[in-house]
């Protein structure tokens, strides 16, 4: 190879890596310490005495309606974070959901990482996944959380376009583990930021271990009686005080 042709090739990898780390870069406010730091936002960081309270993956007529019984028991509303896929299958429990009181979010389409999307296939997908939300539910949702929780830059300009708000996490309870228990969970969500953060979990174990829904589930009354303690209200995202941003990707 010639000088020419190696300085070329040099460029041409030096650029690759520049638009890989461009593309990447988001994913780094996926680290939770950090992006407390820096996004607090983002994080889900808002309003000190309370706690949001937010599942993911579903709605799955295996455990979403026992959720619904338990948070309708503790007189809990939350967020769902619901797949388009899942909701295609169960359309009518995603208006359950949502007649319930609880506030619908968008957690894609398909349950892949967003760095592995192109910007295109990015946007195609949150837009196909909160289509399918909204007319299943009967609610256009205004929060989007990307599966693993992973950002790129071409998702949050995708959900900016889209009108929704992104917004990740400051505790979670490890509940997709096939070794979790009630007990770990809320121990778990315990050691992250609840004052004032927003909690994951599951409700469905379409992407976890089987059946390890059942330990999110029975860590609920164990984290009612935590936030009682902490003298913590517990509610939806957007009654947790964060404003409406849509400026991430500007």
Known sequence: MSGRSAALAAAGTGLVAVAAAAH????????????????????????????????????????????????AELGWRATFFMLGDMTRRAPGLAAEVAAAGHEIGLHGDEHLSMLRRRPSAAFDDICRGRDTVADA??????????????????SLRAARRLGLDTVLWTAWGRDWRSQATPETVAHDVTRGRIAGGTVLLHDSDCTSAPDCWHSALGALPLLADVFAERGLRVGPVGEHGIARRRSLAA
Do not use: N, Q
């Open 24 to 71: 990447a870069a988001p994913s780094l406010a996926s680290i939770s310490a950090l992006r407390r730091r820096v996004t607090p936002a983002l994080a889900g960081v808002g309003d000190p005495g309370h706690v949001a309270l937010t599942f993911d993956d579903g709605p799955d007529p295996a455990s979403t309606p026992r959720f619904l019984e338990v948070l």
């Open 137 to 154: 539910s009967g609610v256009e949702p205004v929060w989007f959380r990307p599966p693993y929780g992973t950002l790129s830059a071409g």
